[in-house]
Structure formats: C-alpha cells, structure tokens
C-alpha cells in the first residue's frame, strides 16, 4: 500500500450536523463542511433547537448587576 492512498471517511446523514451546533462547534465550520455558501443555508437546515438547548444557552448569559466602579 502506498502512503498516498486517499483516506475516505464514512458518509454521516446530514441531520446528523445538528448535533454539532449542539455540541458547540461554531456555525462557519459547519457552514464549510457542508460546503453551503450562506450561513443562513446551514442555520435554516440544521440550526434546530429544543428546549433543552435554549435553556443551555440563556445559563451562559450573566443577568448580575454591573459592580459599581
């Protein structure tokens, strides 16, 4: 065998990308690997959020009063 040989990966369904938005990895990446040429595309396709992950997200924001300086 040649050290050149190509390495193919195994097709993954493309609903399966919703799970990476899930997971965190950032909408460009997604965007390239599916190979969309607008964000929106991929956002409209597989940007699918349940309430689980809405409740993910608002956890991630601080709601404290500014300290006063």
Do not use: C, W
């Amino acid at each position: 065998m040649s050290d050149m040989m190509e390495v193919k990966k195994p097709r993954r369904p493309r609903r399966s990308y919703t799970e990476e938005f899930k997971a965190g990895v950032p909408l460009a990446t997604v965007q390239r690997i599916l190979r969309h040429s607008d964000p929106a595309i991929t956002t409209e396709e597989y940007g699918h959020l349940d309430v689980e992950d809405m409740r993910k997200g608002i956890n991630q924001f601080d709601f404290a009063a500014p300290k006063p300086t």
